[in-house]
Nanobody, 122 residues
Framework: QVQVVESGGGLVQAGGSLRLSCAASGRTSSTCDMGWFRQAPGKEREFVGGDSWSGNTYYADSVKGRFTISRDNAKNTVYLQMNSLKPEDTAVYYC????????????????WGQGTQVTVSS
């Protein structure tokens, strides 16, 4: 079992930045691929980006060039640095751990956090 906890959400003005953190704990968490998703009100959850424990990263087209995923394996923590935020980035952001399959644009994961709210005001 792997526990996943996100933090770092909040309210920011358009054009601003936020950094989300995702701490994973439990068996094999240090070698799990991790991912970020988001869900806006009335919309389906969408993939934001992901990384592998070896350091490869991949992103949804909507956030490429603005969002960056990084990892601190010693802390079993993955970060989502979000720059140039737009009102349409407003959503609950979820961290997921231990990729189980799927493609780089639609990966699937075994474990999920509770989510953290990000609100971007115009």
């Amino acid at each position: 079992q792997v526990q996943v906890v996100e933090s770092g959400g909040g309210l920011v003005q358009a054009g601003g930045s936020l950094r989300l953190s995702c701490a994973a704990s439990g068996r094999t968490s240090s070698t799990c691929d991790m991912g970020w998703f988001r869900q806006a009100p009335g919309k389906e959850r969408e993939f934001v980006g992901g990384d592998s424990w070896s350091g490869n990263t991949y992103y949804a087209d909507s956030v490429k060039g603005r969002f960056t995923i990084s990892r601190d394996n010693a802390k079993n923590t993955v970060y989502l640095q979000m720059n140039s935020l737009k009102p349409e980035d407003t959503a609950v952001y979820y961290c997921a751990a231990c990729r189980s399959g799927g493609s780089t644009q639609k990966p699937t994961y075994n474990y999920w956090g509770q989510g953290t709210q990000v609100t971007v005001s115009s």
